[in-house]
Each structure stands twice: as structure tokens, then as C-alpha cells.
């Protein structure tokens, strides 16, 4: 088992680095590096005797972070940014259809499964759609929208609005609610 980089080679992360535990004062499965970012290795070592380890040194973000080999390149080597990552949630810009059959609408979330950067019309992605994986486009594919924090009803931002939400409710279970007949 031979490292591919040495002490001193500039590289670039080609996946998106997250916090698996093992980086203090973040939580895991924060993102810690976003792909396509360089830095420089500053020492090899090895994990479990059968994976090599680079301790990558970010310059931007000033973070060292332990790298695998596979999610390394050489910072000299052709680049293809690409939009979305692997588990991220995207939505169709348009019907997606196989033999007539709509696979996917807009509105419609997909989780991306593989990134295609080498793809000959550009960057593709494996998407799993509910009941079918499709390979899209790049341009074919938008986010999906996430509620903010702003669009969420909270008890300390405004009381008088939940009180409101609560009433409604229990009114509209007490008249959905069986009546006894009296005697």
C-alpha cells in the first residue's frame, strides 16, 4: 500500500467532507470542506492498517482535515464542478418521463445517488425517485425548497399567533366530535 500524494502536494477534495466524529467542536454530519476545495497534504498515515489517511490542510477555511485517498485529486488535475452532491435532495424543472409513463414532476423530490462529471453532455446525475432512479441532467434539475425558519410557527417569536392555530383546532374537533342526545 503506496500513497499516491506526498508531503507538499497541492490536492483537491472531489467530495463533500462531513464531520464523522472525529473533528472536534462540530457536530456530525456538518460539512467541514465543500468539494472542489485545494489544499495541501501535511502528513500520510493509515487507518485500520488497510485505508490511507492524508491530513489535508485547507488554506480558505484554515482547517486540517484527515482525507481518504479516493476523495482526493491532484489540485493540477481537470476539475467539472457540478451543482449537487451525493445525497442531496433535488426537484425535476420539468415532467420527467419514461415510455409516456411521468417518472417525476416539478415539486417532486429526488435524492441524488451519483454524481456523472465525465458525462458527454455535461454533468449528470443518478436520481432516485420515488419507485425509479433516472440518470438528469444538470440543467434539468433545480433544489428543493427547504422551509426557513422564518416560515415555521414559533411559541417565542409570536404567542398570540399559536394561541390563534390552537383555538381553531380544538374548535374544529369539538364540532367533529360525536354529540350524546340528551335526556
Known amino acids: 500500500m503506496r ?59 484554515d482547517l486540517i482535515v484527515g482525507c481518504r485517498e479516493q ?23 420539468m415532467q420527467l418521463a419514461v415510455g409516456g409513463e411521468v417518472i417525476a414532476k416539478p415539486g417532486d423530490e429526488g435524492e441524488v445517488l451519483k454524481v456523472l462529471r465525465n458525462n458527454p453532455g455535461g454533468v449528470a446525475y443518478h436520481v432516485r425517485f420515488p419507485g425509479r432512479t433516472l440518470q438528469v441532467p444538470e440543467t434539468s434539475l433545480d433544489f428543493v425548497a427547504e422551509a426557513s425558519p422564518d416560515d415555521l410557527l414559533s411559541v417565542e417569536d409570536d404567542p398570540e399567533d399559536l394561541a ?20
Open 164 to 183: 390563534d392555530v390552537l383555538a381553531a383546532a380544538a374548535e374544529q374537533a369539538e364540532q367533529q366530535a360525536p354529540t350524546k342526545d340528551a335526556p
Open 71 to 93: 476523495e482526493l485529486q491532484l489540485a493540477s488535475d481537470p476539475w467539472v464542478p457540478s451543482l449537487y452532491e451525493f445525497r442531496e435532495k433535488v426537484t425535476p424543472k
Open 3 to 61: 500513497p499516491k500524494y506526498q508531503f507538499g502536494d497541492e490536492v483537491r477534495v472531489i467530495r463533500n467532507v462531513r464531520n464523522d466524529g472525529t473533528f472536534p467542536g462540530t457536530k456530525v454530519g456538518e460539512l467541514l470542506i465543500r468539494r472542489g476545495s485545494v489544499g495541501y497534504v501535511r502528513d500520510v498515515g493509515t487507518f485500520l492498517q488497510d485505508q490511507i489517511i492524508y491530513t489535508v490542510h485547507f488554506m480558505d477555511g
